[in-house]
């Protein structure tokens, strides 16, 4: 998986020049980022097709050669704060130029919720092993849940969006408990039948709507504005998406920020024994039961934000929004964009959201190419777009190499 | 003698109608090494996993340092400070030789889960020593060993993969070490490096006891203190190495006839 | 009690058709360990290739002639040409992927079975909606002491139970269910002991997408309607069947289905307000299985070798 002796390059020195590196960094990043944005608001198809053809040659590369990974991943590890910050700029300018273009910037927002969904998925399929195949579930009980309690108790979005995620984590425990004694093809059915119990409910239970869904979801307030009215930068009208982009930019990133944290603490690392090996784990002194549980939870937890979101945005829910496929196309995002890794996870889930979009040339065939790409995926690169990594415990490392040396 | 830090009494496992473990009786004394012997599906492992926790007995009771442990659930057996390693080892593969030993030492930690949600700040220090602790226990077992740190487990050789088990196991700083078949597909020069392995952990960890399951005959004459002999589910013999080889019913369960 | 018997047949119907969509899916699990989710598209498949070919037969002229021959002959060629589909998705998507991990190739096949159903819908003239499927199976009713027992039913149960005893001595009979149970039991040492793993799970396939088509078929012409989208649906309630059963077992497929389609329709029935709700309730059957005896009724305790 890693070219090359790690622990040597730990020993190497340091590189020079900081102020170089800093800048290599941010510069990489912009370009990347370019690429990627380019792809996603161009409308010219050859274009995009020559974009993508890019961006799939440089990851060709990058695997080809061990070595350029290594120096990148290193680079991007040490400048850390700068890429963040960066990466935040970035992706706070994204909708700017977009003005004229509320489609593109709907597309983002449904893109920024997707990446939220297959975090969610990811904490789940990816850290833990649990292969869950009815996520949809969590997403559609905290949409349902967000509107009904915002409908039913005239609550603002925020409290709403809280509780709904709160519900969407009591049904992960709901779930989560049976499934602790069933290994897993089992598994992947009792999390099947949870998700077409639920969807077969919202369908059939008065107070959901029925198949007709749930209407008329009160917008988001901030600061006194509803962000259903478009707003003015400078003086130029900006279409209501961009209050959503925004939004869903924020909860993104307090998403990261959980998936981040958990990853390096010791709960993500119980995840990751729990899926290698759960005897191992077990005989090693950790709570299988409850590290899977915790997984349901949290990644239910998530699905409930992305819910809320996806209800107070589009302000119309049903059923259908929340059917099996839509548990096949999370889990497709996760095991395509790279299990257990978050950036891998978002690349999949921009991946699964900008190409139907990308493919609506193709019309009735859109679908038909999107399972046909997600089998070439599978085939030639099941390892993911972005594939999970070891722990990176080089600076700590190099750190004690110094001090010791000292 | 002092007390036993570990001990079964009348141990019986049944599955359906195979009786896998038949009123087996040990004892384990501190810094003491006990082999368990036998001819294949003797039962061995079926008493490592009963005792771990893996499977509820049928009949019979496993104490530790005098607290009856039947029925336990595994995790908190080993946070007891009851460590084992596996016939065919079962390492975290898709994680690091490092991150194999940090989940030994983490996942026996008082509140670990409390811990896990706790500053960043905090952690940090804790990590850090963490991995100080770990690369130690590396160090100590192989230079390799701990050169390889940050490789995939899944991509360690066979020998390597053992000790990490080993080093995994002994993490927690465990009362009582359980190893099955340590030396099972190894090299003479293996071999003689697991013995001495054993033993260097036996004077290191003072206090610990460690059974011991094998089939190579050298390891066990060389390390072990006390033999229990299992055949069909029943010890058939107990007593030190010379004992027990001399015994002719041992002869015959392993070579089928008295040599 | 004419009603409960009514209930009774009807349970039957739906239990045959749920059989033998267990009984293919369950082969996959058994003998390769692969939960395909493409099996239940599978089924739509044998559907919309009998509707096109049905209306060539018609044409023709050649019901008219040999009705009941025609119909029989129809339903082998469906079989077949979807047995033919078995090799194409085994070749091109299960085989190369045999080696990685489980979750990957479950999503291969849900693709797969994405892909399927799409084709169906753009290729076949108005496929988006709803499709009036042919009657082929004989009309008429057999009357038993005021119990209504249409020839369809018969019929569908009849060539039910004639798969089932068809199956039944290929795995206990024959040198190819042989190494069917070998390759189950363990794949490497029959690979060793001569079996052609790649023919004899090609023809696990074959049998298998041979029964989907089937399936689909039968379950078209009871309803008299079909549509692309069943699938998922049908495929799920085979899987269900077949964990229910015990995933992996021939027989436990039968029982699973059996058990299913009384839990369907007698909970339709007897349930106020039942039948809008009725897949909750064979969800939750499911459900309370896997809780509480995971293994399926006929499943063996399977003691992870530790």
């Known amino acids: 998986m890693v070219g090359g002796d790690p622990y040597k390059l730990v020993i190497a020195p340091p590189a020079q020049k900081p102020a170089l590196r800093k800048l290599a960094a941010v510069g990489i990043l912009t370009t990347g980022f370019l690429v990627v944005y380019l792809i996603a608001v161009l409308r010219d198809q050859w274009i995009v097709l020559g974009l993508t053809g890019l961006a799939v040659a440089a990851l060709i590369v990058l695997d080809r050669r061990p070595a350029w990974k290594w120096e990148l991943t290193d680079l991007f590890a040490r400048e850390r ?30 893109v920024g919720i997707s990446m939220i969904l297959a975090i969610g998925l990811n904490f789940q399929v990816g850290s833990t092993g649990i292969p869950n195949l009815g996520f949809a579930a969590f997403y559609g009980v905290g949409a349902y849940a967000s509107s ?47 998700g077409l119990v639920v969807y077969i409910l919202l369908n059939n239970l008065g107070f959901t709507g029925g198949p007709n869904g749930v209407k008329g979801i009160p917008a988001p307030v901030f600061l006194g504005q509803s962000l259903f009215t478009s707003v003015r930068i400078f003086g130029l009208a900006y279409p209501m998406q961009m209050n959503f982009y925004y939004l869903t930019l924020f909860f993104l990133a307090v998403t990261l920020l959980a998936a981040h944290c958990l990853y390096h603490s010791k709960i993500g690392l119980f995840w990751n024994a729990v899926r290698e090996d759960e005897v191992a784990a077990r005989c090693s002194g950790i709570n299988v039961s409850t590290a899977k549980i915790l997984a349901f939870c949290v990644g239910a937890f998530f699905a409930g ?47 699964l959201t900008i190409a139907p979009e990308k493919f609506r040339a193709l019309a009735d065939y859109r679908m038909v190419a999107a399972g046909m790409i997600i089998i070439l995926m599978l085939m030639f690169r099941p390892a993911g777009i972005v594939p999970r990594r070891l722990r990176d415990y080089r600076h700590i490392l190099a750190r004690k190499r110094e001090t010791g040396a000292r | 003698m002092s007390e036993p830090i570990f001990s079964v009494w009348n141990l019986t496992m049944r599955f359906g109608g195979l009786t896998a473990v038949d009123a087996v009786s040990f004892d384990l004394y501190p810094d003491q090494i006990l082999a368990v012997i036998g001819p294949n599906g003797a039962g061995k492992t079926t008493v490592f996993n009963v005792v771990t926790g893996l499977y509820a007995p049928t009949e019979g009771e496993i104490r530790f340092r005098g607290q009856t442990i039947n029925g336990m659930a595994p995790h908190l057996i080993a946070r007891l400070g009851i460590k084992r390693t596996f016939q065919q080892s079962r390492l975290f593969e898709n994680l690091s030789v490092l991150d194999n030993v940090l989940v030994g030492m983490a996942a026996t930690a008082r509140h670990a889960f409390v811990r896990a949600t706790a500053r960043r700040d905090l952690l940090a220090q804790e990590l850090d ?113 010379a004992d027990v080889s001399s015994n002719p019913t041992v002869q015959e369960a392993y070579l089928g006839s008295s040599v | 009690m ?13 239990s045959c058709l ?29 559907a919309f290739i009998l509707m096109p070919l049905f209306i060539l037969v018609s044409s023709l002229g050649w019901l ?55 084709v169906i819908r753009v290729v076949y003239p108005n496929g988006s909606n709803p499709q009036v499927f042919p009657r082929i199976l004989p009309e008429g009713t057999l009357s038993l002491g005021g119990l209504a027992l249409g020839h369809d039913v018969l019929a569908i149960v009849l060539v039910t139970v004639a798969v089932i005893l068809g199956l039944n001595f290929i795995i206990l009979r024959t040198r190819l269910g042989m190494a069917m149970r070998a390759v189950s039991q363990n794949a490497d040492v029959a690979q060793m002991m001569g079996v052609n793993m790649d023919r004899t799970v090609t023809i696990v396939f074959v049998i298998g997408s041979a029964l989907a088509g089937l399936a689909g078929l039968l379950n078209g012409s009871y309803y008299g309607i079909t549509k692309f989208s069943i699938g998922s649906n049908l495929g799920i309630k085979g899987f269900s069947a077949a964990v229910i059963g015990g995933l992996g077992d021939f027989y436990g497929a039968i029982i699973g289905g059996f058990l299913l389609g009384f839990i369907e329709v007698f909970s339709a029935a ?28 006929l499943g063996e305790r399977l003691y992870e070798k530790v």
């Open chain 3, 2 to 14: 004419t009603l409960f018997l009514q209930l009774v047949v009807a349970a039957l119907l739906v």
């Open chain 3, 270 to 297: 007897y349930i106020p307000d039942g039948s809008s709700y009725q897949d909750v309730f064979s969800f939750l059957a499911v459900i309370l299985f896997l809780l509480f005896r995971p293994r399926g009724i």
């Open chain 2, 129 to 241: 020593r963490d991995i100080d602790v770990a690369l130690e226990l590396l160090g100590s077992f192989s230079a390799e060993l701990k050169q390889q740190c940050l490789k995939r487990a899944g991509d360690l050789t066979p020998g390597d993969r053992r000790k990490l088990e080993i080093c995994r196991a002994l993490a927690s700083s465990p009362v009582v070490l359980l190893l099955d078949e340590p030396a099972a597909g190894m090299d003479p020069r293996e071999t003689a490096e697991l013995m001495d392995d054993i033993l260097r952990v036996r004077r290191l960890k003072r206090g610990i006891g460690i059974i011991l399951i094998e089939h190579d005959m050298s390891v066990v004459r060389k390390t072990a203190d006390s033999v229990v002999v299992l055949s069909y589910g029943k010890i058939i013999a107990a007593g030190t190495f």
């Open chain 3, 18 to 46: 749920y059989a033998l969509v267990a009984v293919g899916f369950t082969m996959y699990v058994g003998v390769i360990n692969l939960a395909n989710f493409s099996h239940g598209d599978a089924c739509v498949m044998g």
């Open chain 1, 81 to 110: 704060s700068v890429v963040v910050v960066s990466a935040a700029i970035l992706a706070l300018l994204a909708p700017l130029p977009l003005r004229r273009d509320p489609y593109i910037l709907h597309v983002l927002v449904m």
């Open chain 1, 148 to 194: 009904l309690l915002a409908i039913a108790f005239a609550l603002s979005f925020w409290t709403a969006i809280v509780l709904a995620a709160c519900v969407a984590a009591l049904f992960g425990f709901l779930i989560g408990v049976p499934s602790l004694k069933t290994r897993t093809y089992h598994l992947a059915l009792v999390s099947i039948a949870f």
């Open chain 3, 64 to 118: 008219e002639a040999a009705g009941a021959l025609v119909i029989v002959l129809l339903f082998l060629v469906v079989s077949a040409l979807t047995g033919l589909w078995g090799i194409v998705i085994y070749r091109i998507l299960v085989r190369p992927l045999l080696g990685a991990p489980r979750l990957i190739l479950l999503l291969a096949t849900v693709a797969a079975g994405q892909v399927i159903r799409e």
């Open chain 1, 305 to 351: 934000i992305a819910g809320s979101l996806y209800a107070h945005y589009i302000g119309y829910i049903s059923p259908e929004n929340f059917n099996m496929n839509v548990s096949l196309l999370i889990l497709g995002m996760v095991i395509m964009g790279g299990m257990d890794s978050v950036l891998g996870t978002c690349a999949g889930a921009f991946l």
